[in-house]
């Protein structure tokens, strides 16, 4: 008996590894070669190709396929419709499974609804993508990115609060935590204080 829930209505193929706690929704299919890791959730209509992989504690949303190339990391959160690509120039004509290209999404990223993430992207750790947003390229840790194509407006707290900066230095009114900008990059300069 697996430790894991799967509805009635979904498929999980023999060779997929799914981890203990994980709930798998309506109408799913966890392909062959999928790892899935401990208490994820998968909800209504998820596709999970193989060679992919998602760490711990990830939730995905309501209709979105994670294609081959792409691993997610621990507490990433895919909201409904989003999508991943795996091939820059597709046709249905011409085969270019050699051609896939990786995605990768940094721990506790958010990636909003109808949100694009075009194959070869990295997200940051607790990047946040508004949505329906395009993604191409690298996008740095803790960035707040809206439009298309995707670009920064400002920083989100590790908690998923926006940051307001002044001088290049602030801290989160929910959470506590404290951050530092210089040269494009942010970075977390002490733990919370308190939890939000």
Avoid at 71 to 83: K, M, R, W
Avoid at 101 to 112: C, E, K, L
């Amino acid at each position: 008996m697996p430790d894991y829930f799967v509805h009635e209505s979904s498929y999980v193929d023999d060779g997929a590894v799914i981890g203990a706690g994980t709930r798998i929704w309506h109408f799913s299919h966890v392909m062959a070669g999928a790892v899935i890791g401990e208490g994820c959730n998968l909800g209504q209509n998820v596709v999970v190709m193989p060679r992919t992989r998602l760490g711990n504690n990830v939730k995905v949303q309501n209709n979105v396929s994670i294609y081959e190339g792409a691993e997610l990391d621990d507490d990433v959160f895919c909201g409904p419709s989003c999508v991943f690509t795996n091939v820059i120039n597709p046709r249905s004509h011409v085969s270019r499974k050699s051609e896939y290209q990786p995605t990768r999404v940094g721990r506790g990223a958010t990636i909003g609804a109808n949100a694009t993430i075009i194959c070869g992207s990295t997200l940051g750790a607790y990047a946040f993508v508004g949505a329906g947003a395009v993604v191409r390229g690298a996008i740095p840790d803790y960035a707040l990115v809206v439009g298309m194509p995707a670009r920064r407006i400002g920083w989100m707290c590790q908690c998923g609060v926006r940051l307001t900066l002044a001088d290049g230095a602030g801290s989160c009114d929910a959470c506590g935590c404290a951050y530092r900008e210089g040269e494009g990059v942010l970075r977390r300069v002490d733990s919370p204080s308190r939890q939000g």
